[in-house]
């Protein structure tokens, strides 16, 4: 009994516990394509972000909704995906490299996915600028480091972990009490101590041919 209570709680933990990161990492994803899509609302000038003199209003901006977030970094371009900002100041010029940002310029499609920046993984979430007549002025990409995602996924499975501790104790104390139950019916016997004793008195009953006759 309580090698199966172990076994299920492990499995269901484990299984508790890959869906406790699964969820974390899609509210992750939709958290990066929400910050992206009011990033992309803040900026009223969609017209004119193709103007250098834009760029340090951008870079005033995007390091404002860092300081109030958890945002990791925030890339912009425009709509031919030149990077205008960038947490690397090197990267600002040259055109994007995310194969998916076609998806954003071409066809307006928001996105997300785990990326690798600098050796690190985030999630990216990245959404189109749209100007005053609804056409495709650039795309806002925010990024959101998977540690602190795993650091919130840790936080569940800790208690998830502790409740499997509890029951796996209340499965132990459980399981003791049913044992003891079962030897004082069966006599404090063993199974195969009962198994032994049936087989002699099968073999007694077996080797009687007529009868037994007793006498005093």
């Known amino acids: 009994i309580m090698v199966q209570v172990v076994v299920l709680l492990i499995a269901i933990g484990t299984i508790f516990s890959q869906m406790t990161f699964d969820i974390v990492d899609k509210q992750t994803q939709k958290k990066a394509i929400q910050t992206a899509k009011q990033l992309a609302l803040l900026i009223e000038r969609q017209e004119s972000i193709n103007t250098p003199k834009d760029l340090l209003w951008l870079d005033a901006l995007s390091s404002t909704i860092e300081t ?5 970094y925030i890339i912009i371009t425009n709509g031919d995906g030149i990077i205008l900002n960038h947490p690397n100041p090197a990267a600002i010029g040259t055109k994007i490299a995310d194969p998916l940002a076609i998806r954003v310029l071409k066809y307006g499609s928001d996105y997300s996915r785990q990326t690798i920046e600098n050796g690190r993984r985030f999630i990216r979430g990245s959404v189109p600028i749209l100007d005053r007549h609804y056409a495709i002025a650039g795309m806002v990409s925010v990024g959101y480091p998977v540690e602190s995602m795993r650091k919130v996924s840790e ?10 501790f509890v029951f796996i104790t209340l499965g132990l104390v459980a399981a003791i009490f049913i044992a003891k139950g079962v030897k004082w019916v069966i006599f404090g016997l063993e199974p195969s101590e009962i198994a032994y004793m049936f087989q002699e008195r099968t073999a007694l009953l077996d080797a009687i041919r007529e009868g037994i006759i007793s006498t005093d």
Do not use: H
């Not at 109030?68 to 990791?72: G, Y």
């Not at 936080?155 to 499997?164: L, P, Q, R, T, V």
């Open 68 to 72: 109030q977030t958890d945002v990791e």
């Open 155 to 164: 936080a569940y499975i800790e208690k998830i972990i502790f409740f499997i």
